[in-house]
């Protein structure tokens, strides 16, 4: 035996929208509020990247990989169309401003019932200029009065839209504008790599004995100079004896017993700090520089700080490198 229930009822299929209006929801995508960036993409070869940045809208252009530097970037006819929908609905979206006249189709929609429901007359309503055409010259004197309110209605909504499509042709022109823009900023950028080495020559160039060089050399000089740690007191004075001219450097050697053994490096005061305080320099020639250096040492064991005053003479060798011509000890002079 068989029952009705032993097999399922078979579900209805599947037939479609007929009326197509699923054609008539908006662009999910394209409106959705948590779309931040927008790209149309150019078959020559560039990115246009639009971007919210807050109340504003940031544009930007991006070269693909390949493309030569151009001085210029041509849009298509539907390029530029979508550019301009992209800017119109970003726009749309910041001042609330509808700049699509899609509400005219749905007063078309209601008024096409209308007649169909009175079966009087036939016509259409051009949702761009307002004009009605009329197929059924029978047509009844209360539908003429309905069909006359509907015209004036869609002529006052054709009014109101025209500030709007003011609007979308503002923005198109300033998005063309602003590609226009940054075309001018790329080739600026290209240029200023592949400038002339005339165009670098301009650039001004620091001198050997300018103040900036000079005071650096000195700081550097002395602090190596009074360096006796245990550790870096090697290192340290032949780097400084390295920037002496000759007669200065058999002087420097002699007084101060270059290398001096450890055991006596070791009972001189450790961990003392040099704290460089001013430097003061006068142009004694075009060459040469004479140049005041006040320091004081600090030991880490005592509050008691020692100053030191040491008058250096800078000249310059024939490359330009800074050497110690004279060096004059005046710590205990006033």
């Given at each position: 035996m068989n029952y009705s229930d032993d097999y399922s009822t078979p579900a209805a299929s599947f037939s479609g929208d007929e009326t197509g209006a699923i054609f008539d929801a908006p662009d999910?995508?394209?409106?959705?509020?948590?779309?931040?960036?927008?790209?149309?993409?150019?078959?020559?070869?560039?990115?246009?990247?639009?971007?919210?940045?807050?109340?504003?809208?940031?544009?930007?252009?991006?070269?693909?990989?390949?493309?030569?530097?151009?001085?210029?970037?041509?849009?298509?006819?539907?390029?530029?169309?979508?550019?301009?929908?992209?800017?119109?609905?970003?726009?749309?979206?910041?001042?609330?401003?509808?700049l699509s006249p899609r509400k005219i189709q749905s007063s078309v929609e209601d008024w096409?019932?209308?007649?169909?429901?009175?079966?009087a007359v036939a016509g259409s309503l051009d949702p761009q200029t307002g004009e009605v055409e009329q197929t059924d010259a029978s047509s009844e004197q209360p539908l003429h009065a309905e069909f006359s309110a509907l015209q004036k209605q869609a002529r006052g909504r054709r009014k109101k839209l025209v500030p709007n499509q003011r609007l979308k042709v503002a923005v198109g022109i300033t998005a063309v504008a602003i590609v226009g823009l940054l075309s001018f900023i790329v080739i600026n950028s290209f240029g200023a790599k592949h400038s002339s080495p005339v165009a670098q020559a301009v650039v001004a160039q620091v001198g050997p004995l300018d103040d900036s060089v000079v005071d650096k050399f000195a700081r550097g000089f002395v602090s190596d100079m009074l360096d006796f740690s245990p550790e870096t007191y090697k290192v340290s004075q032949i780097q400084a004896m390295s920037h002496m001219t000759g007669a200065v450097l058999d002087k420097y050697w002699a007084e101060t017993n270059f290398?001096?053994?450890?055991?006596?490096?070791?009972?001189?005061?450790?961990?003392?700090?040099?704290?460089?305080?001013?430097?003061?320099?006068?142009?004694?020639?075009?060459?040469?520089?004479?140049?005041?250096?006040?320091?004081?040492?600090?030991?880490a064991n005592s509050k008691i700080s020692n100053p030191v005053h040491l008058k250096l003479k800078l000249a310059l060798t024939p490359d330009n490198q800074i050497k110690?011509?004279?060096?004059?000890?005046?710590?205990?002079?006033?």
């Amino acid at each position: 035996m068989n029952y009705s229930d032993d097999y399922s009822t078979p579900a209805a299929s599947f037939s479609g929208d007929e009326t197509g209006a699923i054609f008539d929801a908006p662009d999910v995508v394209r409106q959705s509020p948590t779309t931040n960036e927008r790209v149309v993409d150019t078959q020559s070869g560039y990115l246009v990247v639009i971007k919210r940045a807050e109340a504003k809208i940031a544009i930007s252009v991006k070269r693909r990989i390949g493309t030569p530097p151009s001085s210029a970037i041509y849009l298509t006819p539907d390029e530029s169309l979508k550019l301009s929908a992209i800017l119109a609905d970003m726009v749309a979206a910041q001042t609330g401003k509808q700049l699509s006249p899609r509400k005219i189709q749905s007063s078309v929609e209601d008024w096409i019932g209308k007649v169909t429901a009175q079966g009087a007359v036939a016509g259409s309503l051009d949702p761009q200029t307002g004009e009605v055409e009329q197929t059924d010259a029978s047509s009844e004197q209360p539908l003429h009065a309905e069909f006359s309110a509907l015209q004036k209605q869609a002529r006052g909504r054709r009014k109101k839209l025209v500030p709007n499509q003011r609007l979308k042709v503002a923005v198109g022109i300033t998005a063309v504008a602003i590609v226009g823009l940054l075309s001018f900023i790329v080739i600026n950028s290209f240029g200023a790599k592949h400038s002339s080495p005339v165009a670098q020559a301009v650039v001004a160039q620091v001198g050997p004995l300018d103040d900036s060089v000079v005071d650096k050399f000195a700081r550097g000089f002395v602090s190596d100079m009074l360096d006796f740690s245990p550790e870096t007191y090697k290192v340290s004075q032949i780097q400084a004896m390295s920037h002496m001219t000759g007669a200065v450097l058999d002087k420097y050697w002699a007084e101060t017993n270059f290398p001096l053994p450890k055991r006596q490096l070791k009972s001189l005061p450790q961990g003392q700090t040099v704290m460089i305080t001013k430097v003061t320099q006068e142009r004694s020639s075009a060459e040469e520089k004479e140049v005041d250096i006040f320091a004081e040492l600090v030991s880490a064991n005592s509050k008691i700080s020692n100053p030191v005053h040491l008058k250096l003479k800078l000249a310059l060798t024939p490359d330009n490198q800074i050497k110690v011509g004279s060096m004059q000890d005046l710590s205990g002079k006033k």
